[in-house]
């Protein structure tokens, strides 16, 4: 009975092998946060290393990533990542949300929710394990965004509109 169990899960270990997900590759930039906003050298690799894999449209996918099912775990945290956040398509957002996300930004570096945990776990993307200097200054650029924006806008097209 053991056995059959064992040879039952090699099977079906071997066949979600096939059932990949789409990788998140498209790398389109045309509305990626850089063609509007400055972006300093420094903070764009930050942005590189700690957040792009799951906030724009190019994850670079670790070598595990091929083994199911983490390639569906590591799917998920990359679609759900781009859905609240994605630099790749920050210009297409209207104003109001564009302003909104960098306030989001700054909450969730200064609070340290991001990068997750996960993605810095046991040293993977080390990079990504964000000194207080590499955090402070990531705040500083994204406030500098929206003094930008608080200075080229009217005060109510940054303002989030209820539903």
Same mark, same amino acid.
């Given at each position: &009975?053991? @056995?059959?169990?064992? +040879?039952?899960?090699? +099977?079906?270990?071997? %066949? +979600? $092998? =096939? ?5 998140? !590759? ?7 946060? /850089? ?30 990533? $091929? #083994? $199911? ?7 998920? *945290? %990359? ?7 994605? =630099? ?8 109001? #949300? $564009? ?8 909450? &969730? ?15 993977? *993307? /080390?990079? /990504?394990?964000?000194? !207080?200097?590499?955090? !402070? ?6 406030? !500098?965004?929206?003094?930008?924006? @608080?200075?080229?806008?009217? /005060? ?8």
């Amino acid at each position: &009975m053991f @056995k059959k169990i064992i +040879i039952t899960l090699a +099977i079906v270990f071997i %066949v +979600i $092998q =096939f059932i990949r997900p789409d990788l998140n !590759d498209s790398n389109n930039e045309t509305y990626a946060m /850089a063609t509007k906003y400055e972006v300093p050298a420094e903070v764009s690799h930050i942005l590189k290393v700690a957040c792009n894999d799951c906030h724009s449209n190019k994850t670079e996918y670790p070598w595990y990533a $091929q #083994v $199911q099912p983490v390639a569906w775990w590591l799917n998920d *945290h %990359v679609v759900d990542g781009k859905k609240h956040l994605n =630099f790749s398509e920050f210009t297409k957002k209207s104003i109001a #949300v $564009q302003n909104h996300k960098l306030e989001e930004t700054i909450e &969730m570096v200064e609070k340290k929710e991001m990068p997750l945990e996960d993605y810095t776990y046991l040293g993977l *993307h /080390a990079e /990504a394990n964000l000194t !207080d200097e590499q955090r !402070d200054l990531l705040i500083a650029w994204a406030k !500098d965004q929206m003094t930008y924006l @608080k200075n080229n806008y009217p /005060a109510d097209s940054l303002v989030m509109k209820r539903k």
